[in-house]
DNA sequence: TTCCAGGCGTATC
DNA sequence: GATACGCATGGA
């Protein structure tokens, strides 16, 4: 990882990283592309911490940003550390894998907040990108920042109506109360052997199979979590019928990333 | 008007 | 355990 501060700025050089396929790929839903004199740039948030970041000619600004806060917030949240690189040169083993790499090769996993990831992928269920974003923007509107598992708990299906969120209100305020309480801990859920982990989230009213494994892979950063939704389903049935190759083992869930935006660009 | 969107709960077999 | 159906909302 290469980086200075420069004035008010950190600018970073950093390969297998993009900046339109990782913030607009359906991992996160709090980043808006803004008009921009350089290639582009994205404002929005990780908790309730702003960021404006540019991308231009490989390099990365993050502005207004100090050192400390590029260091203990973005540096983990880009997950800037790990070598995409040799990841995609393990998966590229594999033939359609490896086209998929190279279409979309600057998608990284963001290590967002489980809290704010299981509201999101609960909102995502039977739902478009573009209406996910506006629900989770009028909610954070509504606070002023993204509602904490207690100031959620307070509400009700009626009080939500704001919202527009439809059935799954009821769903967010199961989730709530059930975090608020105690009864489900999602620190200790991120630490738990995968099985065991999925069985405690989809303990909570609107959590099946996917959004539990949406919540793993972009809220706990488990890698080895693989969701499985209607795009998925059709890369299986035409590339994998017998499973994913041996070469996306432990990296499940990066390979899911590649694959997604692969397929659903590929049938546009 | 009808269909569909990064699914899930429920009923039924 | 498998399969069918309804579900809120809004854009195409």
Not at 217 to 245: C, N, Q, S, T
């Amino acid at each position: 990882m290469e980086y200075k501060a420069i004035n008010n700025n950190i600018e970073l050089i950093q390969p297998d990283f993009d900046l339109d396929e990782t913030l607009d790929c359906g991992q996160a839903f709090r980043w808006e592309r803004l008009p921009s004199e350089y290639e582009c740039t994205y404002s929005g948030f990780f908790l309730d911490r702003p960021l404006e970041i540019s991308q231009d000619k490989g390099k990365f600004i993050f502005h207004n940003t100090s050192e400390k806060d590029f260091l203990n917030i973005w540096k983990d949240y880009f997950d800037l550390e790990t070598d995409y690189g040799k990841i995609k040169g393990i998966l590229s083993q594999d033939e359609t894998l490896k086209k998929a790499c190279e279409f979309a090769g600057g998608i990284r996993l963001l290590k967002q907040n489980s809290w704010e990831c299981l509201c999101s992928f609960i909102i995502s269920q039977n739902n478009n990108i573009p209406r996910i974003k506006g629900i989770i923007a009028r909610l954070c509107d509504h606070y002023g920042h993204f509602p904490s598992a207690a100031e959620m708990a307070q509400e009700t299906v009626d009080s939500l109506g704001y919202l527009r969120s439809g059935f799954r209100a009821k769903y967010l305020i199961d989730a709530a109360q059930k975090t608020a309480s105690g009864e489900i801990e999602l620190d200790k859920i991120k630490e738990m052997p995968i099985e065991e982990a999925r069985k405690a989230l989809m303990t909570v009213k609107g959590v099946g199979p996917k959004v539990a494994e949406c919540v793993l892979l972009f809220g706990m950063h488990r890698a080895e979590a693989f969701p499985v939704d209607v795009w998925i389903k059709r890369v299986m049935a035409e590339y994998y019928p017998g499973g994913l190759p041996e070469c996306a083992a432990g990296n499940e869930g990066i390979a899911q990333q590649y694959l997604f935006h692969y397929i659903r660009n590929m049938e546009k």
